[in-house]
């Protein structure tokens, strides 16, 4: 995911004020759907299954890295879709380009470039594929769609939205962006993810209520996280930056489950505030802290979720991943201990595992690992 190559983002508003305070941030009375999380009755995934997750990925082998060579270099690996199971399609949001790579290492495509013409995006944030139709948010409020014809993307269509997408997926004739709403464009700008028309890219909805924050200039900030759209259950998976649940939704928003992460420490916020001024929040890295980086599709039952854990207070110590496989049907969970833990899974495949290789190589590439 595009969160990748930027491990923290730190919020750095500021006031001047003669008496200016700073507080801690109440994050529980924020929390979104907080009934739901304090009722939630937490469970386990069965030892069995969970011996039989792990086995998935006990045995690999390396097969080849992407990224590092004269050929292709790669300014980041935010997000990567494959294509007909050989091809994967590479979105380098520090480059701003994405890149087509066959399964050997050679270069197949580039879809679109950087510029502000037809087909053309300045800030990419994420990429879609929908059968041989691959979307690609910018967050110039815009969403380019290409076609596949012969062994090249084309461009298709472009579409203004009233949306700064940070991430888009698909489910059926939707397309789901979760990102700032342009305020009072429609209703629901204070909503998460945005629905839209697949063919016309008209607004149909928003969903999903934001981390509550009103008032403070940090709202939208405090709502970033990572979510997936899951074709197997028609719903959609959903975290918060801050925050150590993870929720369940179905496409119109209906909450179906929360799961609360064990051992999961966020970032402090703190609030500057003070007379006649605008309140601030902050974050404030303290020790070790993590947040959600990475969904990744296991099979029908279960979803692949990935936090990064950042040792603040250990200079030299690299920040590490913890991998949980999640039961789609009803949030039950466990810790997958057979997955690396440098390693930020972008694809499980049938024979091979795709991997960012920003925690091995200290450098954004992509890695193929064989399943033995």
């Known amino acids: ?37 304090e009722s939630n009755n937490q469970r386990a995934i069965p030892t069995d299954i969970v011996s039989k997750l792990n086995s998935v990925f006990k045995n690999h082998s390396f097969r080849s890295e992407f990224g590092l060579t004269d050929k292709l270099v790669l300014g980041s690996v935010a997000e990567v879709e494959v294509y007909n199971s050989s091809e994967y399609i590479v979105l380098d949001d520090r480059g701003k380009m994405v890149t087509i790579i066959s399964e050997s290492g050679a270069i197949i495509d580039t879809v679109g470039r950087s ?29 380019n769609k290409y076609t596949r014809k012969g062994k090249n993307f084309l461009q298709a269509e472009d579409f203004l939205i009233n949306v700064v997408p940070d991430q888009l997926c698909i489910l059926g004739n939707e397309i789901f962006i979760r990102g700032s709403a342009n305020k009072n464009e429609f209703e629901g700008d204070d909503k998460v993810i945005h629905v839209f028309d697949k063919e016309t890219l008209n607004h149909k ?8 924050a009103e008032g403070f200039v940090g709202k939208n900030e405090l709502s970033e996280g990572v979510f997936h759209c899951d074709k197997s259950t028609n719903s959609i998976f959903v975290s918060f930056n801050i925050l150590p649940h993870i929720y369940s939704f179905s496409v119109d928003g209906d909450l179906n489950w929360v799961a609360t992460l064990d051992k999961f420490k966020p970032l402090k916020i703190v ?29 029908n039952n279960f979803v692949l979720f990935q936090k990064i854990t950042t040792y ?10 913890t991998t949980y496989a999640i039961n789609k049907s009803n949030g039950s969970f466990s810790t997958i201990n057979t997955v690396p833990d440098q390693w930020i899974l972008l694809a499980v495949q049938e024979s091979r595992f795709v991997v ?7 450098a954004p590439t992509l890695n193929l690992y064989n399943r033995n």
Do not use: C
């Not at 003070?274 to 296991?298: A, C, H, K, M």
């Open 1 to 37: 995911m595009k969160f990748i190559s930027a491990l923290l983002i730190l919020l750095t508003y500021t006031s001047v004020s003669i008496a200016q305070t700073t507080i801690e941030h109440p994050e529980r009375e924020r929390t979104p759907y907080i009934e739901q999380v």
């Open 115 to 143: 510029g502000q013409g037809p087909g053309e995006y300045q800030s990419p944030s994420s990429i879609a594929l929908d059968g041989n139709d691959l979307y690609v948010s910018d967050r110039y409020y815009s969403l």
């Open 205 to 212: 909805r928003s969903i999903i209520d934001s981390y509550i």
């Open 271 to 299: 609030e500057e505030v003070g007379p006649n001024i605008q309140p601030s929040v902050t974050y404030q890295p303290e020790g070790n802290w993590d947040r959600p980086i990475q969904f990744t599709d296991l099979n």
């Open 312 to 321: 603040t207070d250990t200079p030299g110590k690299y920040p590490t991943i």
């Open 356 to 362: 960012n290789g920003m925690l091995i190589n200290m």
